[in-house]
């Protein structure tokens, strides 16, 4: 026979069990709103991201351009001058090509150091 005692003791345990699943579900509210709030801002960080990387190409194309027409204008006062034009670098990725520095050395070749203007236009 189930003695007083035991139902006492029964209803405690039953007591703190309703408790912890009240608080393991009130944590799950918790991380399933915390994590809804994490993905929602983590989406917005990677539109940002995508909005940069293409703000980049677009810069990275607009500067390209303007070093070409640079090189043209060069050219063409360096014809009506009877000049020879001065030796191009190349405007193209490092993994794409080689550039050839004006000394002739391809880039990592290290004979000497390049002059102050050469660093200051060296974007590239």
Do not use: H, W, Y
């Amino acid at each position: 026979m189930i003695s007083l005692e035991q139902i006492r003791i029964l209803e405690q345990k039953v007591n703190r069990a309703v408790g912890v699943v009240s608080r393991l579900q009130e944590e799950n509210r918790f991380l399933r709103r915390t994590l809804e709030s994490s993905q929602t801002k983590m989406l917005e960080l990677e539109s940002l991201v995508n909005t940069f990387k293409q703000d980049q190409k677009e810069i990275e194309k607009g500067i390209v351009g303007v070093l070409d027409k640079l090189d043209r204008l060069e050219d063409e006062l360096c014809e009506t001058d009877g000049s020879q034009p001065a030796p191009r670098k190349s405007t193209k990725k490092k993994s794409e090509t080689t550039i050839v520095l004006e000394d002739g050395n391809e880039d990592g070749e290290e004979d000497k150091k390049p002059s102050a203007t050469q660093e200051e236009l060296d974007i590239f």
